[in-house]
């Protein structure tokens, strides 16, 4: 059974385009964390939520943003994407966030900007 | 110099070849030592974890610490085609923040 799961596997959008990219999650994990992976790269987290507190890396770019509606569902915002944000977006969870908690990742989200 | 440092490889080996992959590290606020498996296209799963200096053994994998060198690996026995994917090394410290290797592609030939 899928615990984390990503929406849409592939996504392509334009230049500047907004897009919103969807996960969710049936662990009810109460944190949940955004990475960005570019080819050959070591995903780089971006964000993530301890239920609804915000945490954001400090390097990570403002045309990132991200909502948690709820425990089960959490969005990443490209507010204008540019050539240099096509990556592998992985969601990832994890019960706590003591650094002994397994973080579980989703399949990821596959960005083409054209 | 980066903080985990991995070889990306890629690294080809036969069937049933025991395999190392390796990793350092130079932050010695590092506790918890992970090894992710990544699947082409697919998102990091979790293989092991270890705290401390040592060896923890799990089927057909070990992970191996040593933090006087600052020195990760992971050894696979009897290697399958069903290995072949993108093994990244991670580590924690006081938080929940994972620092990940850049990864090595591994690929078992039949």
């Known amino acids: 059974d899928a615990m984390v799961i990503q929406n849409p596997r592939y996504q392509v959008t334009q230049f500047g385009k907004p897009v919103t990219l969807s996960c969710s999650q049936t662990l009810n994990h109460n944190v949940m964390y955004w990475y960005q992976q570019k080819s050959s790269q070591a995903p780089k987290l971006l964000f993530h939520?301890?239920?609804?507190?915000?945490?954001n890396e400090a390097d990570t770019p403002d045309n990132f943003q991200s909502r948690r509606p709820n425990t089960s569902f959490c969005f990443l915002d490209i507010r204008s994407p540019g050539l240099g944000d096509a990556a592998m977006y992985l969601c990832?969870?994890?019960?706590?966030?003591?650094?002994?908690?397994?973080?579980?990742f989703g399949p990821g989200t596959r960005l083409l900007v054209l | 110099q980066k903080e985990v440092e991995q070889d990306p490889g890629p690294l080809s080996v036969p069937e049933g070849a025991i395999v190392s992959l390796n990793c350092t590290y130079s932050n010695s606020a590092f506790q918890y030592f992970l090894w992710y498996r990544q699947y082409s296209r697919k998102g990091p799963e979790l293989l092991m974890y270890t705290y401390s200096s040592g060896n923890k053994e799990d089927g057909r994998f070990t992970a191996q610490v040593d933090k006087s060198s600052k020195y990760i690996s992971l050894f696979i026995r009897d290697s399958q085609p069903s290995d072949s994917a993108t093994y990244l090394c991670?580590?924690?410290?006081?938080?929940?923040?994972?620092?990940f290797g850049k990864g090595t592609l591994l690929t078992v030939n039949p």
């Open positions: 991670a580590m924690l410290g006081s938080n929940y923040k994972l620092t």
């Open positions: 990832a969870t994890s019960r706590t966030a003591f650094p002994q908690e397994t973080q579980y």
């Open positions: 939520y301890y239920d609804k507190d915000f945490n």
